[in-house]
């Protein structure tokens, strides 16, 4: 296991931490975020690129993932179908399923990303939530997210990725807003102070990181 650290991106998730950023999203604050809405989306088709039904907010939408580069695609196989599937149960309300794969479907030199494992799908929704839940304050659409889940080979090709990078547990998101990356830290802070979630809140020129690590930290 790779050692614990405090402050930045890098360090595991430990179950502790993890089970205290989960609790912090209780009842009370998932409903507060739910939403009614679908998270599926429509995107123009071309004939022969995958389409994956998703249910979201009690109806079913297509969605079409046209557009990612095949190779990736291809490397996935059925989990792309069942990752975007699970992606639209969750019902986010502002945040889209495509938003969320495609962070996943990038290259780096000839090491591909992927979709992470199963056994940390469940991971990444209270980083989705947070997410969906700074769309709302700020009335504004994520713009992109640049990272979520990153695996180790392709996490170690990331400029100024740590090997302890919190990408790797997935529970982090980089994202970019059409405003400035300030006002997104700072209305993610106020979140966090309301008690939403616990985790850590990184600025930088471009994009701002959110992980719900179970540590409030800063940086």
Known sequence: MLPLSISGESGP??????????????????ALIGSSLPASAFFGRKPGTPRVLVNGGGRTGAV????????????QGRNLNDYAAYLGSIRLQ?????????????????????????????????????????????????KEIVSAYRCPVYNARCAGARSGSWHQANVAVDVKFPVH?????????????????????GRYSAFTHVDTRGQNVDW
Do not use: Y
């Open 13 to 30: 998730l430990s179950s502790q931490s993890r089970r205290g950023a989960l609790g912090t999203l209780g009842f009370g604050a998932l």
């Open 64 to 75: 079409d993932l046209s557009g990612l580069p095949a190779e990736w695609v291809a490397r």
């Open 94 to 142: 502002r945040l889209s399923v495509r938003q969320v794969i495609e962070a996943h479907a990038k290259q780096r030199g000839s090491v591909w990303n992927s979709l992470p494992p199963r056994n940390l799908w469940r991971q990444m929704v209270p980083t989705l939530r947070v997410i969906d839940r700074i769309c709302l304050e700020l009335e504004q659409p994520v």
């Open 181 to 201: 990356a300030s006002t997104v830290a700072q209305t993610a802070r106020t979140l966090r102070s309301r008690g939403l979630f616990r985790g850590g809140v």
